[in-house]
């Protein structure tokens, strides 16, 4: 079975910086892309930034040069450095990968629970 889990998440004022953290665990045989998504109440989820097993990003238009996305491939995590934070970045932030479990052979998504960011006016 595998797992992600979401770290990190908080309050924060505007203009501040908050980093999360996304670990995959469980039995997996590789993880391919990974990135970040976020939902706020009646909306649907949104992107915010991808990174493929290679090191390549993407990011949406609204954090592109706020928010960096990485990943530590050697312990299956993901992270997401985010700066200069304002308002309309407060949402449920979640983390997903698309991984190849070791009993393979198929590509799923897999999601984490979600972690909470809030930022203050």
């Known amino acids: 079975q595998v797992q992600l889990v979401e770290s990190g998440g908080g309050l924060v004022q505007a203009g501040g910086s908050l980093r999360l953290s996304c670990a995959a665990s469980g039995s997996i045989f590789s993880i391919n892309a990974m990135g970040w998504y976020r939902q706020t109440p009646g909306n649907k989820r949104e992107l915010v930034a991808l990174?493929?097993?290679?090191?390549?990003?993407n990011y949406a238009a609204s954090v592109k040069g706020r928010f960096t996305i990485s990943r530590d491939n050697a312990k299956n995590t993901v992270f997401l450095q985010m700066n200069s934070l304002k308002f309309e970045d407060t949402a449920v932030y979640y983390c997903?990968?698309?991984?190849?479990?070791?009993?393979?052979?198929?590509?799923?998504?897999?999601w984490g629970q979600g972690t909470q960011v809030t930022v203050s006016s």
């Open positions: 997903a990968a698309d991984i190849i479990a070791t009993l393979g052979p198929n590509e799923y998504a897999y």
């Open positions: 990174i493929t097993s290679g090191g390549s990003t």
